[in-house]
């Protein structure tokens, strides 16, 4: 049923769909996520209050480079012993730090997102660029190499990725504090949506 939801599904809608009540639907999805089966995000509804659980199935994906998920690791971990009411904020300004870095050792390039890309893929994304109707762009992040971190802290892992992304694009020089990641914001994808206007004359 959640493999099928390409977007993934909320406790809710597993309830709604299953008839389990919703803590029990809970604990069958968290001991799915526990067992590695299962990744979960917070879901990008534009309600008010703090958004759901969205819960996807685990792909099969290449780790990112054994020194940079112990990097996160230990970063993430460093952030909620001294901060553990403000993980996320914390996580979004280290991303940001270690995106500008990676950034600067990327080939520079006319265009920002290029340098994005590349910063992502060398982390292990496997990122693709959509343009949008709107004239805006897309980065869609197809594998999340930091999987086993997801599972540990979402909220922080997603965080990082963010102050990343922000990071990257501040270094080559585009505004950066529009970067926003959306979580299983497509199917089979999280989405980061930028606030650069695709290049002029590229094909929309």
Same mark, same amino acid.
């Given at each position: ?13 597993? $309830?709604?769909?299953? #008839?389990? *009540? !919703?803590?029990? /639907?809970? &604990?069958?999805?968290?001991?799915? %996520? +526990?067992?590695? @089966? ?56 280290? $991303?940001?730090?270690? #995106?500008? *870095? !990676?950034?600067? /050792?990327? &080939?520079?390039?006319?265009?920002? %997102? +290029?340098?994005? @890309? ?87």
């Amino acid at each position: 049923m959640v493999r099928d939801a390409g977007a993934g599904m909320t406790i809710a809608e597993v $309830g709604e769909r299953t #008839g389990l *009540h !919703l803590s029990t /639907a809970r &604990a069958h999805l968290d001991r799915l %996520v +526990d067992a590695g @089966l299962l990744v979960k995000a917070r879901a990008s509804g534009g309600q008010p209050g703090r958004p759901a659980w969205r819960y996807r199935v685990a792909a099969t994906e290449t780790p990112a480079p054994a020194p940079y998920r112990a990097l996160a690791a230990a970063l993430l971990d460093h952030l909620s012993r001294r901060n553990p009411g403000d993980v996320r904020a914390e996580a979004t300004r280290a $991303g940001h730090d270690w #995106g500008r *870095h !990676l950034a600067a /050792a990327t &080939a520079p390039g006319e265009d920002p %997102v +290029d340098t994005l @890309l590349d910063v992502l893929r060398g982390l292990g994304f496997s990122p693709r660029r959509q343009e949008t109707a709107d004239g805006n762009v897309e980065v869609h992040l197809h594998t999340c190499p930091f999987l086993e971190l997801v599972n540990r802290n979402p909220d922080a892992i997603c965080a990082l990725h963010v102050g990343v992304v922000r990071g990257a694009l501040d270094h080559a020089g585009a505004p950066p504090n529009g970067a926003v990641l959306e979580p299983f914001g497509a199917p089979d994808a999280c989405v980061v949506r930028l606030a650069v206007p695709r290049t002029t004359g590229e094909p929309a």
